[in-house]
């Protein structure tokens, strides 16, 4: 395929809806642009988005209204399916996509559904153990279905699946840890236990690990914090920091998350797939506290996956005591040796290559299609003209 056949070609990327979607998402798209393809990113109007794609100005934007399904709601969710359909296949007759790519949730069935309508090579990625609701639906509407973790793919009923890992951001992987401190304006010989929920914070984390900080600032009184905690729960985070006397940067939201990876010494976090897929990148060993009311309990099966291959510990939200979490994060802070394993099982787990697979993989499919399309066309012309 000649650099001259790609530039033909042009990519839409549904990834709204959360950063651990859009993330992904757009490290595809980073892949797809360096080789000189068309690429459009789908997001939503949801304000974790548009902080998520500010600063993007290497790869275009557009917005479609959001999708989502809350409770038993199927009217609403069925007009906002129908509202999305409508602007996507606005916005597909202008940019004229040979593909479409739905990185997962309600948002790609729009997308998806207007792309197979048009002709599009069209593919989902499913970056967490166990396939969502929009995925599974959608799995075998699709020409291609990837996923991040290999056991996904016995849980997905689609045609064609393929493991590829989930692709993370091109900043984040193992970095100066003194460095990175001091950019965050932290000690830069000082230890870094990062506490993170997610895109849009979690408010169960939060509540646990602040209701853990006397203690934990007593037993580690050198220990750093850097506490991203979403909009909603920013105050009061930031007053238990200040309570406890710790030396911390709180935050709603980052866009300098490799920095924060780079200066982490051990990570407290949900389990949402792309949050262990930086895990992996950067090498930060974590104990995880799985969201317990996640789609099919995907986040504890995500948490387990990491647990089995050496890289975290798994705690459960109604377990996390300030005793038991003070307890479980000592054996990681107090323990160098076993720190330096769980490093090295999570940079296991990476898969470098995983945004580049799935570049390919996309580009082979629409490069076929067309060039099964114009085949069929000549061989439609020689017939009419009588021409072997």
Not at 1 to 21: E, K, N, P, Q, Y
Request: contains cysteine; hydrophobic residues 45%; proline residues 5%.
């Amino acid at each position: 395929m000649s650099l001259g056949d790609v530039r033909d070609i042009h990519v839409a990327i549904a990834c709204g809806g959360t950063g651990g979607h859009l993330f992904p998402g757009l490290a595809v798209g980073r892949e797809l642009r360096s080789r000189g393809v068309g690429v459009t990113l789908l997001v939503s109007p949801k304000a974790v988005d548009r902080e998520a794609v500010t600063g993007v100005a290497d790869v275009p934007v557009a917005v479609l209204p959001a999708v989502g399904l809350q409770g038993r709601n199927y009217l609403g969710f069925a007009l906002a399916v129908l509202r999305s359909c409508r602007e996507a296949r606005r916005l597909f007759r202008r940019i004229r996509p040979s593909a479409v790519l739905g990185m997962g949730g309600f948002m790609s069935v729009p997308p998806i559904l207007v792309g197979r309508w048009m002709g599009c090579v069209t593919a989902l990625h499913e970056s967490n153990t166990v396939p969502g609701r929009a995925n599974r639906w959608l799995g075998r509407r699709v020409d291609l279905a990837l996923v991040g973790f290999e056991e996904a793919s016995s849980r997905w009923s689609a045609r064609v699946v393929e493991t590829t890992g989930t692709p993370v951001r091109e900043a984040i992987r193992p970095m100066n840890a003194a460095a990175c401190r001091q950019e965050l304006g932290l000690d830069a010989g000082r230890p870094v236990l990062a506490v993170m929920g997610g895109s849009q914070g979690a408010t169960g984390l939060n509540t646990a690990v602040t209701a853990a900080l006397p203690a934990i600032v007593a037993r580690w009184p050198a220990l750093q914090f850097i506490h991203l905690c979403g909009h909603r729960d920013l105050a009061a985070v930031r007053k238990a920091h200040e309570a406890a006397g710790a030396r911390s940067v709180v935050e709603a939201f980052t866009s300098r998350m490799e920095r924060v990876l780079g200066a982490t010494t051990l990570a407290v976090a949900r389990s949402g797939a792309s949050t262990l897929a930086e895990f992996a990148a950067a090498g930060v060993p974590s104990v995880l506290i799985p969201f317990p009311a996640s789609m099919d309990d995907h986040q504890r099966f995500n948490a387990r996956a990491m647990e089995r291959a050496g890289a975290a510990e798994v705690l459960d939200q109604g377990e996390a005591t300030p005793e038991r979490l003070v307890d479980v994060l000592g054996r990681t802070l107090d323990d160098e040796d076993a720190r330096g394993r769980r490093v090295r099982a999570a940079m296991s787990l990476h898969r470098p290559d995983a945004a580049r697979r799935m570049a390919e993989r996309l580009l082979a499919l629409a490069w076929g299609r067309r060039r099964g399309g114009a085949e069929a066309g000549a061989s439609s012309a020689r017939a009419a003209e009588g021409l072997p």
